[in-house]
Structures are given as structure tokens and as C-alpha cells.
């Protein structure tokens, strides 16, 4: 075998080393990758200005106003219409991160993300 031979011959080995392990780093990439969370993993987001209220119904006293766009958690009652929820973040309003309180369900909307 010619040195020449021989040269093309490691190069081949070296292509196909180098090629396994583009491709193992690439699927160990996609399959560590965390896949895209659902709606109900990133909750609920308020659709317009609401009352958050302490109870179910416009009697009870309003914990503060909800703004569009406030990211709520999934709910953990449901009573006619009304969701027993919180706040994921502290509320363009003020209403601390995790306070619970009612809200009208028409006023919630699934939120989509992508990561959590």
C-alpha cells in the first residue's frame, strides 16, 4: 500500500468519526431539548380589566382589578362560572404573586408558551 493509499484511508476513518459524532451530539441535542409546554401548563392570562374578587359572584368584596394580559394560574375551583385562581406574577395592578381569589371565567383565556 502506497503512503498515498493510506492517507485516504484515514481520511475516510477521521470523515466517519467526525460524522458519528456530529450526528450523536445532534440527537442527544433534540432528545435533552424540552418539548413545547401545553396551554394548561402555562395557565390562564386575563382578557380584559376585571374585578378579582374574594368569592364566587359580584358580591363579594374585589381584591383588586386584573388586567389583560395577567398571567393566572390553573384554576382550583370551578363554581358557576366563576374560577377560584391566582396570579403567577405580581398583576399590573398590584395584587401579589399567588393570592387567591375568584375571577369570571369569560375573562380568562388559555395562554400558549413555549417554554416554562
Known amino acids: 500500500m502506497s503512503c498515498h493509499g493510506r492517507a485516504d484511508a484515514v481520511g475516510q476513518g477521521m470523515r466517519r468519526m467526525i460524522t458519528a459524532a456530529a450526528c450523536a451530539a445532534a440527537l442527544s441535542?433534540?432528545?435533552?431539548?424540552?418539548?413545547?409546554?401545553?396551554?394548561?401548563?402555562?395557565?390562564?392570562?386575563?382578557?380584559?380589566?376585571?374585578?378579582?374578587?374574594s368569592g364566587p359572584g359580584t358580591g363579594y368584596t374585589s381584591l383588586g382589578l386584573l388586567r389583560a394580559g395577567d398571567?393566572?394560574?390553573?384554576p382550583k375551583k370551578r363554581d358557576g362560572g366563576w374560577w377560584k385562581t391566582?396570579?403567577?406574577?405580581?398583576?399590573?395592578?398590584?395584587?401579589?404573586?399567588?393570592r387567591m381569589g375568584w375571577v369570571k371565567a369569560t375573562y380568562l383565556r388559555e395562554s400558549v408558551c413555549m417554554n416554562h
Open 71 to 74: 398571567r393566572m394560574g390553573d
Open 86 to 98: 391566582f396570579p403567577m406574577d405580581r398583576t399590573q395592578s398590584g395584587i401579589k404573586a399567588g
Open 29 to 53: 441535542g433534540a432528545l435533552l431539548a424540552p418539548a413545547p409546554a401545553s396551554a394548561s401548563d402555562c395557565g390562564y392570562e386575563a382578557t380584559a380589566t376585571v374585578h378579582f374578587r
